[in-house]
């Protein structure tokens, strides 16, 4: 009997050595082609990309995963206890397995069977082995899966510290609402920083790995507070938290209060999509998407609103002098009309509007019912809110609103100021145009909008439309007139002209009015847009000339030489435009536009700055009495300061007596040019103060007539007006600085003769070695067109030749 029990005991030992033996060769083959965990050590996570205005407001997040990699030595304790707590309790004790807590799970799932108890099985894998799977493996439920992550947690607990560990499983695991690590959770939950979390926030944090959809804080609410409520009673447990602390975070709401996805200035949706082209285009899509880059951009918040209101206003103004074009659509009234209206998707960033339907429309009023408000859970409200659209409040109609609207049509209203429940019927504008505001002095993009509505059209008027900058090219043309020997009083003979194109056409410039006005000087030639003086310069000039000047100004990268193109024949952007301007108010400094300041790399490193001036004495660590450190200027100067003054002079004359009159209403000094072209095609009102450079430009996406007298001065101007005011409120008004060595003399605007000082005579500036002009100076004319100079008898003396005299 003993030898049979000593043989059944070898024979049991044998068999369990090639057991042991079978599952050894197993998990060795299961280990022999595991994933390098050393990768672990180089983990670069996809991180947002976040975009801020010049004050840190966040204009936009850029993510194919929404994370922000929080190092662990800054992630408060009340979130690592919340995830100990929920998912590991012994992560600090256990080597990568927790033994006792894999036979507490066998344990609880052989009785749930045994029970016949439903619901899912318990699981047992540590923080590691979630790292490990997460990093490495799949989420397919095998044994061989669960086998080859246990071997490469110990690998993994063998190489790196628990803090590591940790590191890697809270800025990694997804938690829900897009967000990846506990950093993106904390904000898209509820719009707070990690370390502003209360017990309670983390608590809930802490229950979303198991599932986040199964703990929706709107779609499974109840749920979502139980799970919340056991990981504050595990964290109890633990002793991290009193009962009584403990009980009284079990009795709060969830209290979420999701994030919006997106800009936190409505109006920026034109700058930020043009921001995250250039990102692209510098760094690609994966940098742009994934790198964790911090971008600063130049966007003033306060003056993109004004920019904004201004052109709103502007192309509202416009359209409705059109009048009304007709409902947006129309749908059933049934039983529930909010349903159906609900289901029109409103202009997303013109939150002063909403939809309506007409319920009722008799005489001239009519009863509307609201859109619906929809949660950010896409829940739509019971509530059905009806308003009064009376007549009285829609001025811009003729029609009685029984007579132009009927029910069932779908329309855009706005509250009236004041008046409770009473609403103004408002339509989309056809009318389109772009507006810039720009630092002159640094080429910083303070403002920009490309449009009156990204949400309707994500085209961008500012930078993408190419559009014929009209008589607002023509400065470029006087420019370089004063550059090569003109002077603001130089006279140019404004009369019929004849050009002779290169396959033999005839061209025949013409002034806006259709008339000729004789001798005229430069200056009065800006201020009042004369077509026919503009292009005799150009052909004094020579259009290669006017090319290279248009090029160094930045308005074009080639430009044909036909004289067409001096009265701004050629195609370009408002951004341009802008930077041109711009130019001329620094004093001739070359600038290359920007809205981009600084972008810092996910470790911090700047990686692109736009600022690129010299202060080799600005990074001193102390103060020992020296001088202010000096910033080197290091831009080209394209045009000579004295010059710049000069333009700048002429164009304070367009806002004071020309075409831009409409601009007076600011009150302080603005240089700036109108710009209309053939058939009223495109309006532009280009100008600058001392402090700011503004392009506006207004016109139809499709080139069409806008009707006649829509000119720069009449559309483009008055939207410039308004936001300059809007945008400098309160900032004191300066005068632009006067170059030294320029003499000031008093002159006939009209023949730029020397007069004593006074009357209707101008102060104009002159550089050293020129001066007013002498009438013997004037030649070209007969005797009679010479005495009807002297005494204004006629706008059209008769010439004896055309040219400069």
């Not at 850029?62 to 304790?77: H, M, N, V, Y």
């Not at 996805?261 to 999509?273: C, D, H, I, R």
């Not at 019927?425 to 810039?436: A, F, K, N, S």
């Amino acid at each position: 009997m003993f030898r049979l029990l000593s043989w059944l005991f070898g024979f049991g030992v044998f068999s369990g050595l090639i057991a042991l033996g079978g599952v050894g060769i197993y998990v060795w083959s299961l280990s022999d082609d595991l994933p390098d965990y050393r990768v672990l050590e180089n983990y670069q996570p996809p991180v947002t990309t976040r975009v801020h205005a010049t004050d840190g407001t966040l204009l936009a997040e850029f993510a194919t995963e929404r994370r922000l990699f929080q190092p662990i030595g800054t992630i408060p304790p009340e979130v690592i206890e919340a995830f100990l707590s929920a998912e590991d309790a012994n992560f600090y004790s256990h080597f990568g397995i927790d033994v006792p807590g894999v036979f507490r799970a066998a344990r609880d799932n052989v009785l749930q069977v045994v029970d016949g108890a439903s619901g899912s099985l318990v699981g047992a894998s540590t923080i590691t082995q979630q790292v490990a799977k997460n990093f490495l493996l799949t989420s397919e439920q095998t044994w061989d899966r669960k086998i080859r992550e246990a071997i490469l947690a110990l690998r993994i607990e063998n190489t790196f510290s628990k803090d590591e560990i940790l590191e890697l499983y809270l800025n990694e695991i997804y938690l829900g609402m897009g967000s990846y690590g506990v950093s993106a959770a904390a904000l898209n939950y509820f719009d707070k920083a990690l370390y502003e979390l209360t017990y309670a926030e983390a608590a809930y944090l802490a229950a979303l790995p198991k599932g986040p959809t199964n703990y929706h804080p709107f779609r499974q609410p109840q749920a979502a507070i139980e799970r919340r409520n056991w990981v504050l009673d595990r964290m109890v447990e633990n002793r991290y938290l009193t009962a009584e602390d403990a009980a009284q975070y079990k009795a709060e709401n969830l209290n979420v209060i999701p994030r919006p996805a997106g800009s936190q200035v409505y109006s920026a949706e034109f700058f930020t999509e043009e921001v995250r082209r250039q990102i692209s285009s510098l760094y690609g899509f994966d940098q742009l998407y994934g790198g964790g880059l911090s971008v600063r951009t130049s966007l003033d918040p306060e003056m993109q609103l004004h920019a904004r209101r201004a052109l709103m206003d502007g192309l509202i103004n416009f359209d409705q002098r059109r009048g009304f074009r007709g409902a947006q659509t129309t749908i059933e009234i049934g039983d529930d009309w909010g349903a159906a209206l609900a289901a029109i998707q409103p202009l997303s960033d013109v939150p002063e509007w909403t939809l309506a339907v007409v319920l009722e429309a008799e005489g001239n009023t009519a009863t509307i019912g609201l859109r619906p408000t929809i949660d950010v859970d896409g829940r739509m409200s019971d509530a059905r809110l009806t308003g009064s659209l009376p007549g009285t409040a829609v001025t811009w109609v003729r029609e009685p609103i029984g007579q132009l609207l009927s029910v069932g049509d779908v329309v855009y209203v706005e509250p009236v100021a004041g008046e409770e429940g009473v609403y103004t019927l408002r339509q989309v504008p056809e009318i389109e145009g772009g507006i810039v505001a720009m630092d002159p002095r640094t080429g910083r993009v303070l403002g920009l909008v490309g449009g009156f509505s990204f949400s309707e059209s994500e085209f961008n008027r500012a930078t993408q439309a190419m559009r014929q900058p009209g008589s607002s090219f023509k400065p470029l043309v006087y420019a370089a007139a004063l550059d090569n020997g003109y002077t603001p009083a130089s006279v140019v003979l404004d009369a019929p002209l004849e050009v002779v194109n290169a396959d033999g056409s005839l061209w025949q410039p013409e002034n806006y009015a259709r008339q000729f006005y004789g001798p005229q000087t430069l200056r009065r030639g800006i201020e009042l847009s004369r077509n026919v003086m503009t292009v005799r310069l150009a052909q004094d000039l020579g259009m290669p000339m006017i090319e290279e000047y248009a090029r160094q100004f930045g308005v074009y990268d080639d430009m044909p030489h036909v004289l067409a193109m001096a009265l701004g024949a050629g195609e370009t952007t408002v951004l341009r435009m802008t930077a041109a301007y711009a130019t001329i108010a620094n004093g001739g400094r070359k600038i290359t536009p920007t809205l981009i300041d600084r972008i810092q790399d996910r470790y911090g490193e700047t990686i692109y700055r736009h600022d690129e001036r010299v202060c080799e004495t600005c990074d001193q660590a102390e103060w020992h009495g020296q001088g202010v450190p000096t910033i080197v200027d290091t831009r080209q100067q394209v045009l000579d300061p004295m010059t710049a003054y000069q333009i700048t002079s002429m164009m304070e004359g367009v806002v004071q007596r020309g075409t831009g009159t409409a601009v007076r209403s600011i009150g302080r000094p603005v240089a700036g040019k109108t710009g209309t072209t053939n058939d009223y095609k495109d309006a532009w009102f280009v100008g600058y103060t001392p402090e700011l450079a503004v392009g506006v430009y207004v016109g139809y996406d499709t080139p069409r007539s806008m009707g006649s007298a829509s000119t720069g001065g009449e559309l483009a101007a008055p939207i410039f007006a308004n936001f300059v005011s809007a945008a400098l409120e309160g900032v004191p008004a300066s005068q632009f600085p006067v170059p030294e060595g320029m003499n000031r003399n008093w002159i006939d605007p009209r023949t730029g003769v020397e007069i004593v000082a006074g009357g209707s005579g101008i102060q104009e500036s002159f550089k050293p070695g020129t001066g007013p002009n002498r009438m013997s100076s004037v030649i070209g004319l007969n005797s009679q067109a010479f005495d009807n100079i002297q005494t204004g008898a006629t706008d059209q003396p008769a010439f004896a030749s055309g040219g400069l005299f």
